[in-house]
């Protein structure tokens, strides 16, 4: 057996970063409730299992901006105070998971909020590819760039059939930051990160099965939620700290990469973003989204009409 001291020396150690403040891993008060974070993030904690469903909720794509990922930073402090026994992501959207970064904050931004946002996303991704406590995705829904990203600093991905997953950063002409990078290179092989990263490729369920992007597919969202719960039982019986640690070892170097160079990431950011060619590119982008979603009821009338054509020729 690990004697405490041991623990808190080698936690002292290599997270001088503070990710585990605590090597007492006490059982969480459980209480059946339900918090919110200004209704950015629900927070449900099963009072059965101790794990908390973790729900994304900002209409209509959740797409992460300031607030949202405050909120969500928030919420996954509290669980490492409360030493959950699992935190399951998900959204409350139907058909998107996340949409990933508001582009709205990286479009002309406020210099001031916009380093508080990447701010707030460097933290969101310390605390949660680094958590002490165990995750899963239930991915139901869309899981384009940093949604893709949350969904992969999760231990375990279940998706529900006929999305799309992946880091598409460079379809819009910028560069996925290189701790997205290491997080892909962390969930599916090497060379198949390198092209999956280059070609900014999203890929469908089923292929990012095949592919180990996700791990299961499920039916329904409640499906989806069953199937994580059922992966993070699996942690029920290994001793916290141990399983904690080791997952912490594993993660470690991409994240002191970062936690070592955060301003300079930050600067980086600056700089891209100033860049008149990614403004450009961006700007596109927004005005395709609006016309993409103003097309929208045209779209599907068309695709009603082609239905009805197509069941009248049937008939004669
Ligand atoms: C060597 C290392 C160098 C390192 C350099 C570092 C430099 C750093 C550079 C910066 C890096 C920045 C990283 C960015 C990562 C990101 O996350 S960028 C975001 C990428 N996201 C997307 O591409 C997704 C875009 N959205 C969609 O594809 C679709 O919306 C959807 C599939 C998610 C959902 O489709 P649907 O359900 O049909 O909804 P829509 O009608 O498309 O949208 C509804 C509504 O939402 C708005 N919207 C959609 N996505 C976003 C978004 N990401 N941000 C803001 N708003 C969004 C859309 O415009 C609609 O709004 P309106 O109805 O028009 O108001």
């Not at 891993?25 to 209480?31: D, G, Q, S, T």
């Not at 794990?51 to 209409?59: D, Q």
């Not at 930051?177 to 469908?204: D, S, Y």
């Amino acid at each position: 057996m690990l004697s405490s001291k041991f623990i808190h020396a080698f936690t002292r150690q290599i997270y001088h970063t503070n990710l585990i403040t605590s090597a007492t891993f006490n059982v969480i008060k459980k209480h059946n409730s339900t918090h919110t974070k200004n209704d950015l993030v629900l927070v449900d904690v099963n009072d059965k299992t101790g794990f908390s469903i973790v729900t994304l909720n900002r209409p209509p794509v959740n797409s992460l901006n300031l607030e949202l990922l405050s909120a969500f930073s928030s919420v996954l402090d509290d669980l490492h105070k409360n030493n959950s026994r699992g935190m399951i992501l998900t959204s409350s959207s139907s058909t998107v998971f996340s949409a990933g970064l508001d582009i709205n904050e990286l479009y002309k931004p406020d210099m001031d909020r916009v380093r508080k946002f990447w701010t707030s996303l460097q933290d969101c991704w310390i605390k949660l590819y680094g958590s002490s406590f165990p995750t899963a995705a239930a991915i139901n829904g869309h899981a384009p760039a940093g949604g893709c990203l949350f969904a992969m600093c999760c231990e375990y991905r279940v998706m529900l059939p006929k999305y799309t997953i992946g880091l598409n950063e460079t379809q819009l002409g910028i560069v996925a930051p290189t701790w997205f990078m290491a997080t892909m290179k962390n969930t599916i092989p090497l060379r198949q990160a390198e092209l999956a990263l280059t070609l900014g490729k999203m890929f469908k369920t089923d292929d990012a099965l095949k592919l180990g992007l996700i791990d299961e597919i499920a039916e329904n969202k409640e499906d989806a939620i069953h199937k994580c719960e059922i992966f993070l039982k699996k942690y029920q019986k290994i001793p916290q700290t141990a399983r904690a640690l080791t997952k912490q070892s594993y993660r470690k170097n991409d994240i002191m990469e970062l936690e070592n160079n955060r301003e300079a990431d930050l600067q980086l950011f600056f700089l891209a973003i100033s860049d008149p060619r990614v403004q450009s590119s961006l700007g596109k982008y927004v005005a395709f989204l609006k016309l993409k979603s103003r097309m929208k009821p045209i779209l599907e009338a068309v695709k009603f009409l082609k239905g009805i054509f197509k069941s009248k020729k049937k008939k004669n």
